[in-house]
């Protein structure tokens, strides 16, 4: 073929091949860690089709079609969009703020406090302001017929509920 024949290809056709390239880094690298600008994807277009102007002006023209945001170092970004790029800043933001950590319950235990319906909220509101109880369990739930913990020590906390039963 005639390289001085062959046409620049439409933007459509390189929108489509940049957003393969993208996604090939990511799945391969974890992240896009080499495409900052059009410039980045020049010689892999130039091995396709002839090196001109109109090549590069058309691949300028095809990413900033496609709008992709880019992180922090100035890499694009191909599987999030500006809204959801924001989204997930506000929501980091947040899980430092709130000093979030993830806890692998692999190694919690179950406690289930059977109670009835018509006070469970009440009485999981004082559980969940009880200093007695603070450190005995990670998380506490409404269920149908209770309330659910999650805990590290099951034998401590049922041991601490007994306790407050008998108190009154």
Known sequence: MDRSLSKSPSRKVLEESIRRILMTETLQEGKNRHFKSAKDFMPFFESLYPATDALTKQVQRAIKAMDMPRDEKGYFIIDKTRAQLEKDKELSRMLQRTESEVVELSGLEVVFLKTSSSYKD???????????????????????????????????????????????
């Open 122 to 168: 009440y009485l999981r509101q004082l559980i969940c302001e009880s200093e007695t109880l603070k450190d005995k369990y990670i998380t506490v739930a409404d269920s149908s017929n209770g309330l659910l913990f999650l805990t590290s020590n099951k034998h401590l906390l049922q041991s601490q509920l007994k306790k407050l039963e008998e108190l009154s």
